[in-house]
């Protein structure tokens, strides 16, 4: 199991930047893969980037070249830089988790409670 918690959320104007931080109850160095998820209002929650355990990422094509996943296996933390930011990011950011369980043969999930991202035009 793991708890996660993400900060680093807030007001910003259109063009500027955010790092939101996800902090981890456990070593994060065996999660398989880790990465940030948001949703807007009246929309469903869509994935924005993952970086997995080899360190390989993957990002939602309206986030590319502005946003970067990265981990601190140091510091049990993934990190979400966000620049140029556009009204349309606005949504509550969660952090994920996906470990898998030997037992079951699947992956279990684990969500963050959210982070509010609010980007002024």
């Known amino acids: 199991q793991v708890q996660l918690v993400e900060s680093g959320g807030g007001l910003v104007q259109a063009g500027g930047s955010l790092r939101l931080s996800c902090a981890a109850s456990?070593?994060?160095?065996?999660?398989?893969?880790m990465g940030w998820y948001r949703q807007a209002p009246g929309k469903q929650r869509e994935l924005v980037a993952t970086?997995?355990?080899?360190?390989?990422?993957h990002y939602a094509d309206s986030v590319k070249g502005r946003f970067t996943i990265s981990r601190d296996n140091a510091k049990n933390t993934v990190y979400l830089q966000m620049n140029n930011l556009k009204p349309e990011d606005t949504a509550v950011y969660y952090c994920?988790?996906?470990?898998?369980?030997?037992?079951?043969?699947?992956?279990?999930?684990?969500w963050g409670q959210g982070t509010q991202v609010t980007v002024s035009s």
């Open positions: 456990r070593n994060i160095f065996s999660i398989n893969t």
């Open positions: 994920n988790a996906e470990i898998w369980n030997s037992g079951t043969y699947y992956y279990d999930t684990y």
């Open positions: 970086i997995a355990i080899t360190s390989s990422t």
